[in-house]
């Protein structure tokens, strides 16, 4: 076990998953030589699917970087105004549905956050009644700004 908890170190992989693979592997598709000790033969099986399995992370991050490295094609002059205009539209809606209500601030926060319920209404310092009023409010100035945003 030793020696499948340093082999599964090298492979970052869980030593017990390796050890049973390669019993699995010694068992179903290897043949062990005669006058070798089993417990050599699995110690070289482990060794085998550590290295394999390194030898795939090490293709796999060469793959990954290189696809990174590709050249990206840079934007238009035009098209960058496009998404800068587009960018300061979107953030100007945002602002007009919180429209300076700090208890729309905390709602929309605490959404942000994952919270929901009875742990919302307490992130926000309302009771659950004025949460849902809260968020109608939201819902009808997010469509309001979406519906200027699409014209």
């Known amino acids: 076990m030793r020696m499948a908890r340093f082999r599964a170190f090298t492979a970052g992989i869980d030593a017990e998953d390796i050890l049973q693979e390669a019993i ?3 068992l179903t598709s290897r043949s062990c030589p005669a006058g070798l000790k089993m417990e050599y033969f699995l110690m070289a099986v482990m060794r085998s699917i ?7 992370r090490k293709r796999d991050e060469a793959r990954y970087c290189s ?15 496009e998404i800068a205009e587009r960018s300061d ?13 700090s208890e729309i601030e ?17 992130f926000a310092n309302t009771d659950l009644a004025r949460l849902a009023s809260v968020r109608k409010t939201i819902k009808r100035r997010a469509a309001r700004a979406c519906a200027y945003l699409r014209v």
Do not use: H, M, N, Y
């Not at 550590?50 to 795939?56: L, N």
């Not at 696809?67 to 105004?81: N, Q």
């Not at 905390?106 to 209404?121: F, H, N, P, S």
């Open 24 to 26: 699995l592997r010694t």
């Open 50 to 56: 550590a290295s394999a399995i390194i030898a795939r």
């Open 67 to 81: 696809e990174l490295d590709l050249v990206v094609s840079p934007v238009a002059p035009d098209e960058a105004c």
């Open 89 to 101: 539209a979107w953030r100007q809606a945002f602002d007009d549905v919180v429209a300076g209500s």
């Open 106 to 122: 905390r709602v929309v926060d605490g959404i942000d956050q994952g919270l929901c319920g009875k742990a919302l209404a307490e």
